[in-house]
């Protein structure tokens, strides 16, 4: 990533269950795809080779959000070390 770039983490209980973007991104990009990582539909957000929003949801509700974009992979690994089981401690 840019030295400059901010990237943005946000979970947030969801009991509804319904699929909810928490990310506060909603700017227009290019593609808007589906993608399935560590088991999840994942909502990916790209302009060209830079991904800048994924959200998914469980029990709780994910985003990730890149100020100035990152490469497919980066975003995929962030994704892959979400650790759920904290991530269920802080949504409570």
Do not use: F, H, L, Q
Request: charged share 35%.
């Amino acid at each position: 990533t840019a030295p400059d770039d901010e990237i943005t983490y946000r979970t947030e209980k969801n009991d509804s269950g319904e699929e909810r973007d928490i990310s506060g991104n909603y700017e227009e990009y290019e593609t808007v795809s589906t993608e399935n990582i560590n088991g999840n539909d994942v909502t990916v957000k790209s302009s060209g080779d830079s991904y800048y929003n994924a959200v998914w949801n469980d029990e709780n509700s994910y985003s990730i959000d890149s100020s100035n974009g990152i490469e497919k992979d980066d975003m995929v690994k962030i994704i892959e070390s979400v650790d759920y089981s904290e991530s269920e401690k802080s949504a409570e």
